[in-house]
């Protein structure tokens, strides 16, 4: 590869798991181009528009942050498209990627894939069956997100581990019945409070939702990439499933949410120590360590850094391609 090593501090790292601060924008570019397996992307929905939802019985703000406003369709359709295309040069020629999201932006991510020439795989329903009621009363109650897989290429042999699907036990979802293929709807309900109980993020994903898709769509020691990772909810899917991790964020607070998600939850073949905590911003455990960047001269120089701490002699994972989804 003759791509730069990613000239950037991670905010943190651990083995298999490597976590950047910044905007993805301006940090995708400097990842090397076929090095990433695969790709979850949960992008602003760019609906902060001042409305109101129900939640607990009462009337709170849609709003999520500024991150999530919108600047009308063509910024926003442009800033899809920006990053989309940052996604297709970093993945792997067999590489695939996920979207998620609603009416408000997966329009606009579903053409920039198109325009972009990935190959649309499945659309995906995501059924919530605890979803917030209508306040209104003047339309029907939002429910379900949709998600687009996509691969880089027509011709790529991506990976689609369908016996997993088919046979793996999904006990929380009605819709998914035992021994038959997994259709494109599923239900899953939206984050339990024991997975929140490191903090909260507003829009953060269950993990029963990253546990299939991770298990549908990769193998072990496959690297997965999440551009807008948020509470690091996919890097939590990733390192539990024996997957290697990169994570990009804007917001520290929320990093810092991820960590501390990382570092609470056991996960197999690494230990959590004091040191595993934070690496930049003065944080606890931020020693600069060599592992916070590839030995300059190492076969993987040049490699993004998640992919260079995969152990090929660590501990096969604790939990195989098909997810037993723990109750909550
Ligand atoms: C929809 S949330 C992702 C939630 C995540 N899937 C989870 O389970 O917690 C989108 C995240 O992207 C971050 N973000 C927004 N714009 C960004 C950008 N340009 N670069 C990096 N992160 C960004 C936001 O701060 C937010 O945490």
């Known amino acids: 590869m003759s791509e730069p090593f990613v000239a950037v501090q991670p905010f943190y790292q651990r083995d298999r798991c490597t976590l950047y601060q910044g905007d993805c924008l301006e940090i995708l570019p400097l990842f090397p181009a076929n090095s990433v397996d695969l790709i979850f992307a949960d992008p602003p929905y760019n609906l902060s528009n001042n409305g109101f939802t129900c939640h607990g019985g009462r009337a709170v703000s849609v709003n ?8 009308g369709i063509e910024q926003d359709f ?3 498209r920006a990053w989309i295309q940052e996604c297709r040069r970093i993945l792997k020629p067999n590489g695939t990627i996920w979207i998620s999201g609603t009416y408000h932006n997966i329009y606009a991510c579903g053409f920039a894939l198109q325009c972009l020439d990935f190959h649309v795989l499945n659309e995906i329903c995501w059924y919530k069956p605890n979803a917030s009621p209508n306040l209104s009363c003047r339309f029907f109650t939002a429910s379900h997100e949709t998600l687009i ?3 880089k290429s027509k011709k790529g ?4 581990n369908y016996e997993a699907m088919k046979l793996g036990d999904f006990p929380r979802d009605p819709l998914k019945l035992s021994g038959r293929q997994m259709r494109s709807v599923w239900s899953i309900p939206t984050p339990p409070a024991s997975e929140k109980l490191q903090g909260k993020h507003p829009t953060q994903k269950p993990l029963d939702l990253l546990d299939r898709i991770l298990s549908a769509s990769t193998n072990p020691g496959d690297l997965v990439l999440d551009p807008f ?8 899917s990733a390192l539990r499933g ?13 990093l810092q949410l991820a960590v501390d998600r990382f570092t609470t939850a056991p996960l197999p073949g690494s230990e959590t120590t004091e ?14 360590s060599s592992k916070t960047r590839n030995p300059p001269n190492s076969k993987t120089a040049n490699l993004p850094t998640g992919a260079s701490t995969i152990d090929p002699n660590s501990p096969k994972p604790s939990h195989p391609s098909a997810p037993s989804q ?3």
């Open 275 to 288: 040191g595993d905590r934070v690496l930049a911003n003065g944080k606890p455990g931020n020693k600069p």
């Open 78 to 80: 442009e800033f899809h």
């Open 242 to 254: 024996d997957r290697a991790f990169i994570g990009i964020e804007k917001e520290a607070a929320y």
């Open 64 to 71: 999520k942050g500024d991150w999530d406003r919108s600047n």
């Open 157 to 160: 042999k991506h990976v689609f």
């Open 326 to 328: 723990p109750n909550h």
């Open 149 to 151: 897989w996509a691969r």
């Open 229 to 236: 990772s948020g509470s690091g909810t996919t890097g939590l």
